[in-house]
């Protein structure tokens, strides 16, 4: 069973952040949190992952609380394109077996 | 553009038949995942390969079964095909010197339908 808890669905207008909560109270030391989103007929697409500190890169930021029972993926100015399903993951990196166990994700639907 | 490769993209199978899909990754990634899509679900992990020997599994029979080769491909084999087998299959491949840099690259998957 995957170990995050992820709203079903989410609105965002174009332009604005959108911003999509996790929780992960059962999160272990050594594993990170990670974030996919899946556009419709493809695959999966990495966006961004981090271990205790916030992190940022050109797609998005990621925001983890200090108990590292919850994040915030935040779009910083959501297009049409990112309208997708988005999966928060839990696990331990590739080096360490790590394999990603999906839930049902967030479903972001921007709006013009 | 994605740096993996699956083929075929669409495939149809009689019950009972076997199949047989294919993946490419890049130059360096040493391990490939592959997993199990069902309509309106999430991916479900089926095994991931690291270095030609397999290194974990989900929760899938023995007639699910895999293969890395040393040139980057692999390939994932389905034996007495079932109904419920019908599935978008995806492959998961990430670079071995800086695996925990970068996320796992998806392929667009193979579209399974078993009659």
């Known amino acids: 069973d995957a170990k995050t808890t992820q709203p079903p669905s989410m609105d965002c207008a174009e332009g604005r952040a959108a911003n999509l909560p996790c929780n992960h109270s059962?999160?272990?030391?050594?594993?990170?949190v990670y974030w996919y989103r899946q556009i419709h007929s493809q695959g999966p697409q990495y966006i961004i992952h981090?271990?205790?500190n916030n992190e940022t890169n050109e797609m998005a930021s990621l925001i983890i609380t200090e108990d590292r029972k919850s994040s915030t993926l935040i779009l910083p100015h959501a297009t049409l394109r990112d309208t997708a399903v988005y999966y928060c993951?839990?696990?331990?990196?590739?080096?360490?077996?790590?394999?990603?166990?999906f839930g049902q994700g967030t479903t972001l639907q921007v709006k013009p | 553009e994605t740096g993996v490769t699956q083929s075929p993209t669409h495939l149809i199978k009689t019950r009972g038949q076997q199949v047989t899909l294919r993946c490419s990754s890049q130059?360096?990634?040493?391990?490939v995942s592959w997993y199990q899509q069902a309509l309106g679900q999430g991916p479900q992990f089926i095994f991931q390969?690291?270095?030609?020997?397999?290194?974990g599994r989900g929760n899938f029979p023995p007639r699910f079964s895999g293969l890395q080769f040393p040139n980057y491909s692999s390939e994932l084999n389905v034996n007495a095909l079932e109904l419920d087998d019908s599935a978008l299959y995806l492959c998961?491949?990430?670079?071995?010197?800086?695996?925990?840099?970068?996320?796992?690259?998806f392929g667009s998957g193979t579209r399974l339908t078993v009659v």
């Open positions: 059962t999160i272990s030391g050594n594993e990170y």
């Open positions: 130059s360096g990634h040493n391990t």
């Open positions: 390969y690291y270095r030609e020997e397999e290194n």
């Open positions: 981090g271990l205790k």
């Open positions: 993951i839990v696990s331990r990196p590739p080096s360490n077996t790590g394999k990603l166990i």
């Open positions: 998961a491949s990430t670079p071995d010197a800086a695996a925990d840099l970068y996320g796992y690259t």
